[in-house]
């Protein structure tokens, strides 16, 4: 409340400790408008955000917001994305886990593995070429999120 009443009032809002590379943008800051806010975050982890109401007077005061924003598994990316193999030779695979930002998961999931036509895969994602030449689609899943990679296999 504000002896001029709640208009007058102006909020801004900063960040104090954010973890390092992030960027948090606010949807309003410094007007009144700025009592209700939209933070928008690049990235996981620590932070503390700082909003500050100030009157037409020039009296202010600020309140502190510690919390931890946690990554959430959104995606997964397999790499190489396309690779070519001769019949019977191999080609290693690598899934990643993403979190809504687009980066790798601290931890990482188990995956499973599979991949169409004649070829087999193992478990650590080693893909054997088969007897069929083609392109075959490679997936590695986990918590029912996938991601694919193509394999081409040609003759010997």
Do not use: C, H, M
Not at 140 to 153: D, E, F, H, I, M
Request: glycine residues 10%; charged residues 10%.
């Amino acid at each position: 409340t504000d002896d001029r009443g709640e208009a007058g009032l102006v909020y801004t809002w900063s960040v104090i400790t954010a973890p390092t590379g992030a960027a948090v943008t606010f949807s309003a800051t410094g007007t009144n408008a700025a009592k209700s806010n939209t933070a928008t975050f690049t990235k996981a982890g620590a932070y503390t955000l700082r909003v500050t109401a100030t009157d037409a007077g020039g009296l202010s005061v600020s309140a502190d917001v510690p919390f931890t924003l946690t990554a959430a598994f959104t995606s997964v990316t397999v790499t190489p994305a396309t690779a070519s193999v001769k019949r019977g030779a191999t080609q290693q695979f690598a899934a990643v886990a993403l979190d809504q930002f687009n980066s790798p998961l601290a931890v990482q999931p188990s995956f499973a593995w599979s991949i169409t036509g004649t070829n087999s895969i193992t478990q650590t994602g080693l893909a054997t070429g088969g007897t069929k030449t083609g392109t075959f689609s490679v997936t590695a899943t986990s918590g029912g999120k996938s991601g694919t990679a193509k394999l081409t296999v040609t003759r010997k």
